[in-house]
């Protein structure tokens, strides 16, 4: 990989103390080597995920890129700038770090590429020898970008083919290597996944799993609109189906809210080809475990992997669960 310039600007959230500033001119130093090998990294070990342009909505941000790919000087600050106040416009909600916005240009695999990175800034302190006094002293840094232990927070990697932009992949290490922020992707970016079945099937998972936690449904029926669920995408059947699954697991009491929601979804509502990959099987593949005093709990092998909410550890020779999560529902006392 070849890192050919660079520009940064500091793009606060718009409800910070923080001032946003905006770099006038390319930066000069930085070290290409490291940087390349930050984002090589994320390339290969496939935490980056292809993304595409949504058509009914061309992409702000997207045009641009394709405008500073053959800019000169002037004209890649210039849409550089109007990227970064596309990303300042877009963190208007709580939540929303502070952040410095990188891009790169450059050459990988024969093709040219531009890079976005978002990172935090971090405060942090540097051991300074001070000659004369022949001590060290601490020296304040305000901003720190990123340390070799540092995670790159977001990105997005536009690659190109002969002047025309091919593929678009990115990446939130906020959140997790299988999933980006709708605010990376959507309201900044514009962009979405791509509308395969796989998409479909994914889609259909989430949306019935965020329906089952509706506070308004008994807790005996979400277990039974889950069960079902599992049930669907582990079975041999080769399509899927909105009504059916209404239809079969959905009680009457709240068919006609299912129906509301659906309709708000870009699930089809005919039938389509169910398409499970690995990343939403391991969603779907329960483990199960009996504890002690006779608890018995059901954990998704995807949580077990990211490790966020709960884990394995090994103890003196014994295996120990640790779960800490929000209740969402409680089933009543038999």
Not at 170 to 177: A, F, G, L, S, T
Not at 238 to 253: G, Q, V, W
Request: hydrophobic share 35%; net charge positive; with cysteine.
């Amino acid at each position: 990989m070849k890192l050919e310039s660079a520009i940064i600007h500091w793009v606060p959230n718009k409800n910070s103390d923080s001032s946003f500033e905006l770099s006038e001119n390319r930066s000069i130093l930085f070290d290409a080597k490291f940087w390349g090998k930050r984002i090589e990294e994320s390339l290969l070990k496939n935490y980056t995920i292809e993304v595409q342009d949504i058509p009914e909505t061309p992409s702000t941000v997207i045009q641009n890129i394709r405008l500073i790919k053959s800019a000169n000087d002037k004209g890649f600050i210039e849409y550089s700038q109007r990227i970064a106040s596309i990303l300042y416009d877009a963190q208007n909600k709580a939540g929303i770090s502070d952040g410095f916005l990188i891009i790169f240009t450059g050459e990988r695999n024969g093709k040219d590429f531009v890079c976005m990175l978002k990172l935090e800034g971090m405060q942090g302190s540097e051991a300074d020898f001070n000659k004369q006094r022949k001590a060290y002293e601490m020296k304040s840094l305000e901003k720190v970008l990123i340390t070799n232990k540092t995670k790159v927070f977001k990105m997005a990697f536009f690659e190109f083919d002969n002047g025309n932009l091919m593929h678009t992949y990115v990446m939130d290490d906020q959140i997790n290597r299988q999933e980006v922020s709708k605010f990376w992707l959507v309201r900044f970016l514009g962009c979405r996944f791509p509308h395969t079945t796989e998409y479909y099937t994914r889609s259909f998972y989430e949306f019935i799993s965020k329906f089952a936690g509706n506070k308004r449904i008994d807790s005996v029926e979400s277990l039974k609109i889950l069960s079902g669920l599992y049930a669907e995408l582990t079975s041999n059947n080769k399509t899927l189906s909105l009504a059916k699954f209404a239809e079969e697991y959905i009680p009457d009491t709240a068919l006609e809210e299912f129906n509301k929601e659906s309709d708000k979804t870009d699930i089809p509502k005919a039938k389509f080809p169910k398409s499970v990959n690995e990343k939403l099987r391991k969603l779907i593949k329960i483990r199960k475990f009996t504890l002690e005093e006779g608890i018995t709990i059901q954990i998704p092998q995807a949580s077990l992997d990211s490790k966020v909410i709960v884990r394995i550890e090994e103890v003196k020779g014994e295996r120990i669960l640790i779960l800490k999560s929000k209740i969402i529902k409680e089933s009543p006392s038999k």
